[in-house]
Structures are given as structure tokens and as C-alpha cells.
């Protein structure tokens, strides 16, 4: 199946304007791409958030299953932000998509967006009808504004409270 190509805010050949960044997303590919991705997540929801420590980290079995994809995001070529997705084991057609990070030095370029759209694209070129993800209440406003809708209220996840999220995955958001 065709890979989602990485996306950027501006084009490949463009130098952007001055106090702008180049954002760009892609798959991990290398094994050094990998480290930053973990590197990332463990910085931001471990060390920073003090989520899943209690479990050695914030990995599961989904990091070493092969349809999960890692992400990474750049900003002016620096990996700097990271999410990952895979299917829905039993549910056909529905992908997950979590562990969105942004390191904290560079939350202010906004490269958020850009890798919500990279797995929501990436999750429908591979025959994804839906993506649903657990969302911190701080974020909710900002996942309906890329178009996610909430299902229910409030649930726990990971030991706080997370807002379940869905998206279709027919049109881009």
C-alpha cells in the first residue's frame, strides 16, 4: 500500500519567510529516527508529565508490532515532535493514533497539525475508515478544530482524564 508522503507547511524547494519554520512529518525510517521518536515520547510523557512511570516507560506491544507506524516531525530539519498509529486489533477499518509530542522548546512553531494530518492521511492511504485517539482535556478544542469529534465523556487513560476522539478517515481533515 502507498505510503503518505511527508507533509510540510511549505514546499521542499522554498526557504521560508523570515520568523517562519519548515514543518515537515515522515515515517520513521532509520534506527536513529526511531531513538529520537522514543527519546521524545519518554522526554514528554514520562519525564514531563509523569505519565506511565510506574510501567518502566510508555512503551507497549505496539511498538514492536509491525503494522504500528513511528512518526517524527521536524521543524527546519531538527526531529523535535513524534506520534504513532496502527489498526485497531478486532476492529476493522479503525486505526489509533497516540503518543503525540511536541518537545517543549519548540511547541510554538506548531507542528501539532501537521502530524494529526500525517497519521489521519497516512491511516486512510492504508484503508483506515476511521482514527480514534485519547485526547488531554487541554487539547480537545484543538482536535475539533483539525475536525475530530468527541465520543462520551471523559474517561480515565493512562491515570488521568482523556477525551475519547473520533475522525473519519474518507476526506482530509
Known sequence: MPMAEPTSRLSATASPPAGRVALACRAVSTAAERAAH????????????????GRGGDRDAHDDDPATIHVVGLAD????????????PGVPGRWKGDRLA???GHRHH???????RFAVATAG?????????YIQPANVTFFEWLG???IGGLVGYAGIPHQLMLIGLGTPP
Open 125 to 133: 492511504s492504508r484503508g483506515g475508515q476511521e482514527m480514534e485517539a
Open 38 to 53: 522514543f527519546r521524545i515520547r519518554r522526554q514528554v510523557f514520562v519525564a514531563e508529565q509523569g505519565l506511565f512511570s
Open 110 to 116: 506548531g507542528l501539532g497539525a501537521p502530524l494529526v
Open 102 to 104: 511536541v518537545l517543549p
Open 77 to 88: 530539519g531538527v526531529i523535535c515532535g513524534t506520534v504513532r498509529l496502527y489498526p485497531r
Open 148 to 150: 475530530w469529534r468527541r
